[in-house]
């Protein structure tokens, strides 16, 4: 197995692993220690993240619009993306609140594993649109 992995990085047909994107709530950790600047750094990603998330959408909407074209509306592939993107959204509500439900901590702490996983299912969404 090592070797055919091996033949595969030789060839180049595996794409090199690059250090994970951090948690978001790593990426506030100098905040650690001030609340209230945590919060602000946290709300500032989820303000990114969430216009990353409009404009892959965005994208997205346009080559379904387009494919919508050329069929002659026969797929629905807008319609389809719009109504995929809202049971995603409640997904996403849904999961998060579920995550910060399970922690045992105060409420702000419990808010701020909300925004972290949010930001996080935002950001992946994002590249999951602009993908496909």
Do not use: K
Not at 100 to 121: H, K, N, P, T, Y
Request: hydrophobic fraction near 40%.
């Amino acid at each position: 197995m090592l070797v055919f992995v091996m033949a595969l990085l030789v060839q180049g047909d595996v794409p090199s692993l690059g250090a994970p994107n951090p948690r978001p709530a790593f990426e506030c950790a100098e905040h650690v220690t001030d609340a209230r600047a945590r919060r602000s750094c946290l709300n500032a990603l989820a303000s990114a993240a969430a216009g990353d998330l409009q404009t892959a959408h965005e994208a997205a909407r346009e080559e379904a619009r387009e494919s919508d074209l050329d069929s002659g509306g026969l797929f629905n592939a807008e319609a389809s993306l719009d109504e995929a993107q809202l049971r995603w959204l409640q997904y996403r509500d849904a999961e998060c609140s579920r995550r910060g439900s399970l922690m045992f901590i105060s409420e702000q702490s419990r808010e701020e594993i909300v925004l972290d996983c949010q930001i996080s299912l935002d950001r992946a969404r994002a590249a999951e649109l602009l993908e496909h």
